[in-house]
């Protein structure tokens, strides 16, 4: 019986097949209370996740140690609630900034807004601290603060929302060797002929932590309104990746204008590009305009497109289905085509001072996360073949017991062996 708890108990299993649509924390965050005042802030280490909350109009503080040679960036997901109760506003969303011990900005702070897609879903801002060469500001070793505010309106939903905050560190690139200190100006921008042929099917994940890994090529999925569904690409140095979601057909009238919203995140969880499209019943595609091939200069651009293509590692697209969509053309499954292409030939990654970062999920991970959905989809039928097999087992045992000759108190207990193999 153990094996059939455990096939029910799995975490993973549970978030693929949920079709509420709540967002996959971390499963290994560890709970952070954000502070009201500075001097309150708990710390914050590199390489690490954090799970937290914030109230309307919350300003709350944490705080991280930072060396004199790394580029740091601090990431925040803000999960509001779901359902027909929750409303948010065109300009509801969340700010993060790093900031020195006299309370100036590190000057590359980052927000996120729910903008014309006025639907609740997961969305994530991010603050960066950059070490450059004659930089003035947050360039010294020693504490910092995190400072991460919520903007609500009146009229919306004046529940929590959860927090997802994570810390990653760069190391510098060895002296000399950094290459151009200019953002590119220029690059491919020509989409290319869309990926053609049968698509394979894929589960998208509810969070960052659980997204479905894609190759290039063409994939179906089902998303519900109301969902996010995450995936993720890995784009190498020197490689262009290329991405679209197509809605399709359903029966029914009506119009909703932003219906399907993708977005499209970097290995840090920085925003880089944002797409969406009309819904009337007819099949419809959101494409990604071209970003420029991942470089390290690109991180010189004051463009969020250009400088979010910075690093090589996982890039994430969350895609989401308006609430409004059911409304007109039913509570349902909707099918869910993504078209996938990454150009160029992977290069070297830049002459870092220290290890190589690799952002994103490890192989380790991606085996893990592939089994567990294989057993998130097989789960109740081979929980009830386990079932079945134990219940066969004992009813064979019972009667053997019943056909055995009567047992004196001295004799031995009849042994039936292990259970059969089914």
Same mark, same amino acid.
């Given at each position: ?12 299993? =549970? ?24 001097? %309150?802030?708990?710390?914050? +280490? ?42 948010? %506003? ?26 014309s897609a006025t639907y609740p879903r997961p969305i994530a801002a991010h603050a960066t601290r950059a070490v450059k060469v004659g930089g003035i500001s947050c360039q010294s070793a020693g504490p910092y603060y995190v400072l991460i505010?919520? #903007?609500? +309106?009146?009229?919306? =939903? ?22 151009? #200190? ?97 819904? %009337?019943?007819?099949? +419809?595609? =959101?494409?990604? %305009? ?6 390290y200069r690109n991180r010189y651009s004051v463009r969020e497109e250009v400088s979010g293509a910075r690093m090589a590692g996982d890039y994430y697209l969350a895609v989401t289905l308006s609430p409004d969509v059911a409304k007109s053309f039913g509570e349902k499954g909707y099918g869910l085509t993504l078209r996938t292409s990454v150009k160029g030939t992977e290069g070297a990654p830049p002459a870092y001072?220290? #290890? ?47 056909? =055995? ?18």
């Amino acid at each position: 019986m153990a094996a059939v708890c455990s096939v029910g108990a799995s975490p993973v299993q =549970a978030a693929a097949s949920d079709d509420s649509g709540a967002y996959a924390f971390d499963r290994h965050a560890a709970a952070v209370a954000g502070a009201a005042a500075s001097t %309150d802030a708990k710390q914050l +280490k590199a390489g690490s996740v954090y799970r937290s909350s914030i109230k309307p109009g919350g300003q709350l503080y944490y705080q991280v140690d930072l060396d004199a040679t790394s580029d740091t960036y601090v990431s925040a997901v803000a999960v509001p609630g779901l359902g027909s109760q929750a409303k948010v %506003d065109y300009a509801d969303g969340i700010k993060v900034s790093l900031q020195d011990l006299k309370g100036d900005s590190c000057g590359d702070d980052g927000d996120a807004v729910f903008g014309s897609a006025t639907y609740p879903r997961p969305i994530a801002a991010h603050a960066t601290r950059a070490v450059k060469v004659g930089g003035i500001s947050c360039q010294s070793a020693g504490p910092y603060y995190v400072l991460i505010e919520r #903007t609500t +309106k009146a009229t919306s =939903a004046q529940e929590e929302w959860g927090l997802e905050i994570r810390v990653d560190a760069e190391p510098g690139v060895k002296s000399g060797s950094a290459g151009p #200190t200019e953002a590119p100006t220029s690059w491919p921008s020509a989409s290319p002929v869309p990926p053609v042929g049968t698509a394979q099917r894929t589960d998208g994940g509810t969070g960052f932590n659980d997204a479905a890994a894609l190759k290039p090529g063409v994939w179906n999925d089902r998303i519900r309104p109301g969902q996010t569904r995450f995936y993720r690409v890995p784009v190498g140095w020197g490689q262009q990746l290329f991405a679209s979601a197509d809605l399709g057909s359903s029966a029914g009238t009506g119009f909703v204008a932003t219906a399907l919203d993708v977005q499209l995140y970097n290995p840090v969880r920085s925003a880089v590009a944002n797409t969406y499209t009309m819904y %009337d019943g007819k099949p +419809k595609s =959101a494409a990604m %305009d071209p970003v420029p091939p991942v470089a390290y200069r690109n991180r010189y651009s004051v463009r969020e497109e250009v400088s979010g293509a910075r690093m090589a590692g996982d890039y994430y697209l969350a895609v989401t289905l308006s609430p409004d969509v059911a409304k007109s053309f039913g509570e349902k499954g909707y099918g869910l085509t993504l078209r996938t292409s990454v150009k160029g030939t992977e290069g070297a990654p830049p002459a870092y001072a220290g #290890t190589v970062p690799r952002y994103g999920t490890s192989t380790a991970e991606d085996a893990n996360h592939d089994s567990m959905r294989l057993v998130g989809f097989a789960g109740i039928s081979a929980g009830t073949v386990l079932v079945l097999g134990l219940g066969v087992w004992t009813l064979v045992a019972r009667r053997r017991a019943g056909t =055995a000759p009567a047992q004196t108190a001295r004799q031995t207990p009849p042994q039936y062996g292990p259970p059969p193999a089914w």
